[in-house]
Nanobody, 124 residues
Framework: QVQLVESGGGLVQAGGSLRLSCAAS????????MGWFRQAPGKEREFVAA????????FYADSVKGRFTISRDNAKNTVYLQMDSLKPEDTAVYYC?????????????????WGQGTQVTVSS
């Protein structure tokens, strides 16, 4: 079992930055790959970014590539999502997730554990 708790969401103006954190407990953190997803009102949950167990490989959705950076600190059992140049269309609830699969999973169904989400609102 892995318990995940996100933090760092909030209200920011377009062009601004936020850093989300996701603290993990339970299973050995370095044994799981991590991902970030988001869900806007009335839309399906969508993939944002993923990172390998040791952080050497990352994968991003085209919509955030070049603006968002995923990273992890295995010593702190934490994964981060640095979000720069934010746009109003980035407004959503952001979720971190953990998977025992390998290969930087894109589909939400491949993730075993989920946090409760943190709201990010970008004003124009």
């Amino acid at each position: 079992q892995v318990q995940l708790v996100e933090s760092g969401g909030g209200l920011v103006q377009a062009g601004g930055s936020l850093r989300l954190s996701c603290a993990a407990s339970g299973r050995t953190f370095s044994s799981v790959e991590m991902g970030w997803f988001r869900q806007a009102p009335g839309k399906e949950r969508e993939f944002v970014a993923a990172i390998s167990r040791r952080g050497g490989r990352t994968f991003y959705a085209d919509s955030v590539k070049g603006r968002f950076t995923i990273s992890r600190d295995n010593a702190k059992n934490t994964v981060y999502l640095q979000m720069d140049s934010l746009k109003p269309e980035d407004t959503a609830v952001y979720y971190c997730a953990a998977t025992t699969d390998s290969g930087l999973a894109y589909y939400a169904s491949r993730y075993d554990y989920w946090g409760q989400g943190t709201q990010v609102t970008v004003s124009s």
